[in-house]
């Protein structure tokens, strides 16, 4: 039987976050999520979707024309068919990155995917969700998030970066939830703090700064 996702929506943007934001790319997001985070932005993910065959998801990826391709969701790892989905993309000659909430295993994925990992902060009301194994296969080509609500939750970041020596071992990002911490705020948090938790950088989501009204497909 062929292949099928469920598939939330599938666009043409410019990615917002981490190492590659302001690229142009095209996004396919999966629907589904195990997790209910307080300041989540893509609730319609949770449950929004249809069921789309594999090789329609490429013929639509494909048609963008674009090399770097992100997957994200809701949890993509939460569908059978997201590692072939990320596999054939690499085939086809992407770059791919996948998006995903820490709560499942990583150490299947494609090694030529990019795992962009996020750690759930307190403030997001899921910090117990993360998968401790998930750290101990994360290579340099990987990124690793921290959204944060609030003070307690820059240091939880930086207790978490330190102890797992993060910061040496791949990209690590903490970004302001939105509307809940301003950007100014969380850099200045940054540049105060005496014994900083290695080399980490301020990430803002910039798909939001280009279109502040938009609610989704970006």
């Given at each position: 039987m062929?292949?099928?996702?469920?598939?939330?929506?599938?666009?043409?943007?410019?990615?917002?976050?981490?190492?590659r934001?302001?690229?142009?790319?095209?996004?396919?997001?999966?629907?589904?999520?195990?997790?209910r985070?307080?300041?989540?932005?893509?609730?319609?993910?949770?449950?929004?979707?249809?069921?789309?065959?594999?090789?329609?998801?490429?013929?639509?990826?494909?048609?963008?024309?674009?090399?770097?391709?992100?997957v994200?969701?809701?949890?993509?790892?939460?569908?059978q068919?997201?590692?072939?989905?990320?596999?054939?993309?690499c085939?086809?000659?992407?770059?791919?990155?996948?998006?995903?909430?820490?709560?499942q295993?990583?150490?299947?994925?494609?090694?030529?995917?990019i795992?962009c990992?996020?750690?759930k902060?307190?403030?997001?009301?899921?910090?117990d969700?993360?998968?401790?194994?998930?750290?101990?296969?994360?290579?340099?080509?990987?990124?690793?998030?921290?959204i944060?609500?609030?003070?307690?939750?820059y240091?939880?970041?930086?207790?978490?970066?330190?102890?797992?020596?993060?910061?040496?071992?791949?990209?690590?990002?903490?970004?302001p939830?939105a509307?809940?911490?301003e950007?100014?705020?969380?850099?200045?948090?940054?540049l105060?703090?005496?014994?900083?938790?290695?080399d980490?950088?301020?990430?803002?989501?910039?798909h939001?700064?280009?279109?502040?009204?938009?609610?989704?497909?970006?």
């Amino acid at each position: 039987m062929p292949a099928t996702l469920i598939v939330n929506e599938i666009c043409h943007t410019i990615q917002g976050e981490g190492a590659r934001a302001g690229r142009p790319c095209a996004l396919v997001r999966l629907t589904g999520c195990n997790l209910r985070c307080n300041w989540c932005d893509t609730r319609y993910a949770y449950d929004e979707g249809r069921e789309i065959p594999l090789e329609e998801v490429l013929a639509e990826v494909r048609r963008m024309g674009r090399r770097c391709v992100l997957v994200t969701g809701g949890e993509p790892l939460l569908q059978q068919g997201t590692p072939e989905l990320l596999s054939r993309l690499c085939d086809a000659g992407h770059e791919v990155l996948l998006e995903t909430n820490g709560s499942q295993d990583v150490s299947g994925v494609d090694p030529r995917v990019i795992r962009c990992v996020d750690i759930k902060c307190p403030g997001s009301g899921q910090a117990d969700s993360f998968l401790p194994a998930n750290l101990a296969s994360l290579r340099s080509s990987d990124e690793v998030k921290f959204i944060l609500a609030d003070q307690r939750d820059y240091q939880f970041a930086r207790r978490t970066v330190e102890k797992h020596d993060l910061a040496s071992r791949c990209s690590v990002f903490l970004t302001p939830a939105a509307g809940l911490v301003e950007p100014a705020t969380l850099a200045n948090w940054i540049l105060a703090d005496p014994d900083p938790p290695g080399d980490v950088r301020l990430g803002l989501q910039l798909h939001k700064v280009i279109w502040p009204e938009a609610d989704r497909g970006v």
